[in-house]
Structure formats: structure tokens, C-alpha cells
């Protein structure tokens, strides 16, 4: 019996070691194009830029699967316009900045020595790092502390360090609450965004 333990023991522990030895890390960054959604009377300006940058790494595994994960720094923004009484229409910018931590569930495949492509598809957890208010000037965007997403995607590796990606953000859990006089709620927001990264796998 504590024979068997041993043997089982140590196939974990060189499955974990194997595991283990096929992490790569590297960098990426990318840029944001922001899709807003919420209820009020605001209009929107449509693909508004933002980035992001940080640490990523990434984990073979067998029959083409793979995990990858990443920290990063990701700053959103989007025009906000609003039409008020008397046909004035006033602009603000409204800004998102999160740490995230996007952990995705990879499947790919080598075209070549040097090309593979790959689709991907995982949950996104974001904690926001900047302001916890914006005023426009209709109502106040009150950003959560935490917020829940989910990305889908494609991408490719070139000459096995070189990483290229596109992928949409969706936003399964609110940005922000929308309040005007003293804290009425009136709605919420979300913040989409399309996304594409570079990255460099050391």
C-alpha cells in the first residue's frame, strides 16, 4: 500500500515537473476599442481607444491544448454626449482603468516549424485602480471595485516567440452604476471591447 502511494506520488510530482517545464513567459500589450452599453439617454462614440500592457505567460499541454494567463495594466474610455433640455449636447470622457487578470483555455495547431495559429477562450477578473467616480454632465459613473468578463478569440505564433491575437471582451457583470441627485440610481454601464495584442515569449 505505501508502495503504491510512492509510485503514485511520483508520477504526480514528474506530471507537475513536465507540466511545469513547457511555462513560457513573456510580455504583450495591445490596444482597446471600447464598446459601451448602458441604459440612460447618453450617446456613445463608437470604438474609443484605450490599451493595455503587462506580463503574460503561457502553458503547453498535450493534444494541442494549451492555458495562458497574464497581468495587465488596461485603461478604457469612452466619449460620453449627452442632450439635455434646450437642445445643448455636452461631452465627457469617461474613463475605466483595471488591473486584469485574463486566464484563457487555448487550442492550436503548427501550420509549420515557425507559424501556428490558435483560438482561445477564458474568463477575465478586473479590479479598478482608478477613479472610483466620473461626472458628466448629467449623471456620475460609480465604477465597481471588481468586474467579471470573458474573452473569445484567435490568434497566431511566429517563429515560436512572436505572438499576434485578436479577441472580443464581453462584459458579463456591470462597470459602473449611473446615479444622479444624491446617489438615484438610474442605470448601469458595461464596457465592452475588441481588442489586439502583441506579445514576446522569451
Not at 7 to 27: D, E, K, P, Y
Not at 103 to 128: C, I, T
Not at 159 to 178: G, M, P
Request: aromatic fraction near 14%; charge should be positive.
Amino acid at each position: 500500500m505505501k508502495k503504491g502511494f510512492l509510485i503514485l506520488l511520483f508520477f504526480v510530482t514528474m506530471t507537475n515537473l513536465t507540466v511545469f517545464s513547457q511555462v513560457t513567459f513573456g510580455v504583450k500589450g495591445g490596444l482597446n476599442m471600447t464598446d459601451i452599453n448602458s441604459s440612460t439617454i447618453h450617446n456613445y462614440e463608437k470604438n474609443n481607444s484605450g490599451f493595455f500592457f503587462g506580463p503574460t505567460a503561457k502553458i503547453a499541454l498535450p493534444f494541442g491544448l494549451g492555458v495562458d494567463g497574464s497581468l495587465l495594466y488596461d485603461q478604457r474610455s469612452a466619449k460620453v454626449k449627452t442632450e439635455l433640455d434646450g437642445g445643448k449636447n455636452y461631452s465627457t470622457t469617461v474613463k475605466q482603468q483595471q488591473i486584469t487578470v485574463p486566464v484563457n483555455l487555448r487550442y492550436g495547431a503548427d501550420l509549420s516549424k515557425q507559424f501556428g495559429v490558435y483560438l482561445f477562450v477564458g474568463p477575465q477578473f478586473g479590479f479598478n485602480v482608478g477613479d472610483k467616480t466620473v461626472s458628466t454632465n448629467y449623471d456620475d459613473w460609480d465604477f465597481k471595485t471588481a468586474q467579471l468578463s470573458v474573452n473569445i478569440g484567435a490568434g497566431a505564433t511566429i517563429f515560436n516567440h512572436l505572438q499576434v491575437s485578436a479577441n472580443y471582451n464581453l462584459a458579463c457583470s456591470k462597470a459602473a452604476d449611473l446615479t444622479i441627485n444624491d446617489n438615484r440610481k438610474i442605470g448601469n454601464g458595461k464596457m465592452n471591447a475588441w481588442q489586439i495584442s502583441l506579445g514576446y515569449f522569451f
